[in-house]
């Protein structure tokens, strides 16, 4: 079974042996792949209890709860990396999220799909309709997407609340691209961040 | 020396009863001696001894996990659960289910005779906990020559004993799975049991706890019972089941028959509850519960109790339950990350409440049968 390109970079770039928690973690397909292959002490949040159950009976430790309410119970820094894969952008309060997320975890991975995507761009210029894409298959009223985002949003975020970048990768059509006019060619990024060395020490 | 094939050793199996000489020391202070456990075994504990697994029972449960109940020949309380195949299964693992102590099935309890003067203990019996029951489990458990167990499994109050295995003797436990149920006693909780207690101590038969040489204050004993099983049900359950509807007439009496099919249901309940329970044992199990505070016995901070474990946790709740709301489970939850312990949560939905955990439901199974095999 292959990962989906976006985790497939996570689990690449995750040290082996490392802690990390899982925020929004599906089935557990991440993790599996974290644990099995990367040797990783990884746990999961998740929303959806039936998905809780698939977790657990791969032998996951899985929590059912939202990003949005239940990641308060987690101690500061108590993982070596804090991981969202597509999730942020259906967050109620995402720039909360991400704070939680790095008070978490020495590092986070954040993918999201970018909404300034060419295509995205297209749809909604000829079309007149919100985009409906591979990426983004769903339609107006039951996407749970609702703060969605492009990569230049997010870049301009980061630097606003001074986190730093420690790594990018771009997807489009389930490849790596470059950086370079990633915010119009990318359908899908991934960021590696950190909190500025100061306000880890804080903690 | 020889060694005995578990199929034959006189421990193993249904029905078993052993006097172990103790003493225990009580959390009350007192020593209990000799302490008597009835319980059973299933499956066949394997040679190293990795396939043993504690099953633990809730208020009004006994030892009879999977098989027919003496008295009343039902089916165990948890046969859905536990047997050959199923998600606890007995193939592959060897179960032990024990009566807790202060019960009346078989291990020593109020209506157990004292030794020090041949009559039964009555209201002399030395009030227990929960950690109580526990460390009497573990002296079985050294009868039978099991050191570690791959899991502790327990509903309601069994899933207090499971938090209590775990937190009291952690190097002997793999695993915890602690199905709709609480780290302590609410308000709410302790309200309801005193109802039922003051119910039973009302009753003229109780005469002090001395009954047991007449009459036992069963109609007390009936509405205690009745009064908590209005709490192991869901309202929705309640209306769902009875609604309004009247019991086998046209009409309202204008009387104080049971009208109404939830009274007659609660009577029911309650009557045949008599039948298989002791009320004083009633009362010293709903005490033990009521002291529950896994956090108070751990400086008052529940993160304590699971400090530095190495042992997996599974909790599950259910979203009709308001005997232990899904609350208390996400607190323990919380303690547990607190603690860096591994853990699992999840609450699944059901409309019969509290009594959810010994009914139905598929994805119980899977989470439970899912947690019990990985890394097995």
Excluded at chain 1, 17 to 32: P, Y
Aim: some cysteine; glycine content about 10%.
């Amino acid at each position: 079974m292959s990962l989906r390109p976006d985790l497939a970079i996570i689990a690449a770039h995750l040290p082996a042996g490392a802690r990390a928690l899982d925020i929004g973690c599906g089935d557990g397909e991440l993790m599996a792949a974290l644990r099995d292959d990367r040797g990783a002490d990884v746990r999961g949040l998740e929303l959806d209890p039936g998905n809780v159950a698939v977790a657990v009976g791969r032998g996951l430790s899985v929590i059912q709860g939202d990003a949005d309410t239940d990641l308060a119970g987690y101690p500061d820094q108590s993982f070596d990396y804090a991981i969202l894969s597509q999730t942020l952008q259906t967050a109620r309060a995402p720039d909360r999220v991400l704070d939680e997320l790095l008070r978490i975890g020495r590092y986070a991975f954040v993918s999201f799909p970018n909404f300034a995507h060419w295509r995205v761009r297209l749809s909604l210029l000829w079309g007149g309709r919100m985009p409906v894409t591979r990426l983004l298959p769903e339609r107006w009223y039951d996407t749970p997407n609702i703060h969605h985002l492009t990569i230049d949003d997010f870049r301009a975020h980061l630097a606003e609340r001074g986190v730093i970048v420690e790594g990018a990768w771009f997807l489009s059509g389930d490849k790596q691209t470059g950086g370079a006019a990633a915010n119009f060619l990318a359908e899908h990024a991934i960021f590696l961040l950190r909190r500025e060395q100061s306000k880890v020490d804080r903690g | 020396m020889l060694t005995t094939p578990s199929s034959l050793d006189q421990r193993f199996g249904l029905s078993r009863r052993v006097v172990l000489p103790g003493p225990l020391r009580l959390d009350g202070g007192a020593l209990l001696a000799p302490v008597e456990i009835a319980y059973e075994t299933y499956g066949t504990l394997a040679a190293d001894g990795g396939n043993a697994m504690l099953v633990c029972h809730a208020l009004t449960g006994d030892q009879h996990l999977a098989s027919a109940h003496p008295r009343t020949g039902k089916p165990g309380w948890w046969q859905r659960m536990v047997g050959p195949g199923k998600p606890i299964d007995t193939d592959r693992y060897f179960v032990i289910c024990t009566n807790v102590l202060g019960s009346c099935m078989g291990s020593t309890g109020p209506a157990s005779t004292d030794p020090t003067t041949g009559r039964p203990y009555a209201m002399t019996f030395p009030v227990i906990t929960i950690r109580d029951m526990v460390r009497a489990q573990a002296l079985l458990l050294d009868h039978l020559g099991v050191a570690r167990l791959m899991a502790v499994v327990g509903g309601s109050m069994g899933g207090m004993q499971a938090l209590s295995w775990a937190a009291t003797f952690p190097d002997r436990v793999e695993k915890c799975v602690v199905i709709a149920s609480t780290a302590r006693h609410s308000a709410q909780n302790i309200a309801f049991h005193e109802v039922g207690r003051q119910a039973v101590m009302a009753d003229p038969n109780w005469r002090g706890g001395d009954y047991y040489d007449g009459d036992p204050p069963a109609a007390g004993l009936a509405v205690a019972r009745m009064a908590a099983h209005i709490t192991y049900l869901s309202e929705a359950g309640l209306t769902e089941n009875f609604g309004r509807r009247l019991q086998a007439r046209a009409q309202k009496s204008f009387g104080f028959d049971a009208d109404f099919q939830v009274e007659s249901y609660l009577r029911h309940q309650g009557l045949a509850f008599t039948d298989r329970f002791d009320a004083n044992s009633y009362l010293y199990i709903t005490r033990a519960l009521d002291y529950f505070d896994l956090a108070e016995e751990h400086g008052g901070l529940l993160a304590n109790a699971f400090r530095g474990t190495a042992t997996r946790f599974c909790l599950v709740s259910f979203d009709t339950d308001w005997l232990y709301p899904t609350a208390e489970s996400r607190s323990i939850v919380h303690a547990l990350m607190a603690a860096g312990a591994p853990a699992s949560f999840v609450e699944l939905s059901s409309p019969f409440g509290h009594d959810a955990f010994l009914l139905d439901s598929p994805e119980l199974d899977r989470v439970i049968h899912g947690f019990l095999s990985a890394g097995r």
